[in-house]
């Protein structure tokens, strides 16, 4: 019987996290998957007497930290003259909102010629 | 007894697991490396397994000579962001140059975490470690002052380790939990003991109990009897069923019918399986914890990668341990003769869970 086969039985008995972990798959270049979409089932990671916990999947930062680039973004906004924050936008949003207004133009002038 | 017989549907489980567990053997892939780089260590814990003291004669190992290990063994054998690599002690906090080699073994594309008493683990200091790649960290919390400062045995450490928790707390992204090493002076208080952790926002916990190592074996305030032992796995399942927080008891051995209920795995001695130690005297072992004469190699001597590869013949194999109270015990397939940290150096077995139970 392979693994496949007794996880599934494991599964039917109520058992299977107890036989294997969910993990995400690892990004590579050469990967055709975005990273972190694929679940795979792994072995257990065992919770060593000497051990540390499995590393959760996030970088550490301290909290002053987040909130100090936080803080920094803010300062990098701009204030409207109808006390509205304006956030800088990237390359991308920018290029999506001119063809935006591109599009809010061209309908009013072909409103105009009508 | 009734925690300790195994139900049909657990018997047919760990039936199934037990294949499982054989293809992990044969498979072996190093998922943990544990680097004990000191012995030195600013406690004097009463139920220390490394029986480590304040001076000694074992020096710190150069960290070039981890590295070395690592460039030229470890990193073109694994997937480093596979491996979790665990820096031990002693206490190893002491090392001045920790921070460098968390930076140099994340630069290398690996995932790095550590133990601590939490003496020195002040804001500045924590800080600096995850700025050098700390992804997470245990440290040890083992009951209320008074129980915490008698097994220590220095009147400030419970006050340090619980700013040191209250410090990582801060860090966000940081994993971590808090290790209680069970003992009969809390046992008494351990329900006050979790409402004190769930009070400080700690989600984590983990509990062990002493065996006897170290200078452990001879403290008799630090063995629970067999009735206290089945009382805290009754807590540790209780609790789990709770869900305020997340309880695990220590790998440590087989449980009978308490298996998956206080653990979240079967049970499976990893070392030299999935785990590997380079001792502080470059000895390469199964995990830290395991104090018998059962190193593999030493890296002074040996390729690390080869006698990980080739040896370990008795952490993978443990037919040999099918002697003593082992010999016609009905639940060794399950449990192929405890932990390997259980096995004296003529790998007579100090402690049995399922006995005890």
């Keep these: ?114 | 007894m009734k925690g300790k017989r195994l139900g049909i549907r657990k018997h047919l489980g760990l039936k199934l697991f037990k294949g499982l567990y054989d293809g992990v053997v044969e498979r072996h892939e190093l998922r943990t490396l544990f680097w004990e780089c000191t012995l030195r260590c600013n406690l004097k814990c009463r139920h220390c397994g490394s029986d480590c003291r304040v001076d000694v004669s074992e020096a710190d190992m150069p960290l070039e000579d981890f590295l070395k290990v690592l460039d030229e063994e470890v990193t073109p054998n694994v997937d480093p962001a596979k491996v979790l690599i665990i820096f031990s002690g002693g206490e190893v906090l002491v090392r001045k140059d920790l921070e460098e080699a968390g930076r140099e073994v994340t630069k290398r594309g690996y995932m790095w975490g550590m133990v601590t008493n939490g003496m020195s683990l002040t804001r500045e200091r924590l800080r600096s470690l995850v700025a050098a790649g700390l992804r997470t960290v245990s440290v040890s919390f083992d009951g209320f002052e008074d129980v915490h400062n008698y097994i220590r045995q220095n009147p400030d450490s419970f006050a340090r380790a619980r700013q040191a928790v209250a410090n990582i707390r801060e860090v966000e992204g940081l994993t971590y939990d808090v290790i209680t090493c069970a003992t009969p002076a809390i046992m008494d208080r351990l329900e006050e003991w979790k409402e004190f952790l769930i009070s400080e926002g700690i989600c984590r916990w983990r509990i062990f109990s002493v065996f006897p190592a170290g200078r452990a074996k001879r403290d008799e305030t630090l063995h629970l009897n067999p009735e206290q032992f089945r009382t805290l796995m009754e807590f540790i399942r209780k609790t789990r069923k709770e869900g305020h927080i997340n309880l695990s008891y220590a790998c440590e051995g087989f449980l009978g019918g308490y298996e998956t209920e206080v653990r979240d795995h079967f049970y499976m001695c990893t070392a030299g399986v999935t785990v590997a130690s380079i001792r502080v005297n470059g000895d390469i072992s199964g995990c830290t914890s395991v104090r018998g004469n059962y190193a593999q190699g030493n890296i002074y001597r040996d390729r690390f990668w080869d006698v990980w590869q080739n040896r370990f013949t008795p952490f993978r194999n443990r037919e040999w341990t099918k002697k003593d109270e082992c010999a016609d015990c009905k639940v060794w397939e399950f449990c192929r003769g405890g932990g390997m940290h259980l096995r004296d150096d003529n790998g007579k077995l100090m402690y049995c869970h399922y006995n005890f139970l």
């Design chain 1, 1 to 114: 019987m392979n693994a496949k086969w007794k996880i599934a039985l494991l599964a039917m008995l109520g058992l299977s996290t107890a036989a294997c972990c969910s993990t995400k798959k690892s990004k590579k270049s050469e990967d055709p998957q975005p990273a972190g979409v694929e679940d795979q089932m792994d072995d257990p990671r065992v919770m060593l007497m000497y051990g540390v916990p499995f590393p959760d999947g996030q970088v550490a930062r301290p909290v002053e930290d987040v909130k100090e680039a936080g803080e920094q973004a803010d300062e990098q906004a701009a204030r409207l003259p109808d006390g509205a924050i304006a956030h800088p936008i990237s390359e991308e949003e920018a290029v999506k909102l001119i063809e935006q207004l591109k599009a809010e133009e061209a309908a009013r002038a072909a409103q105009q010629a009508e």
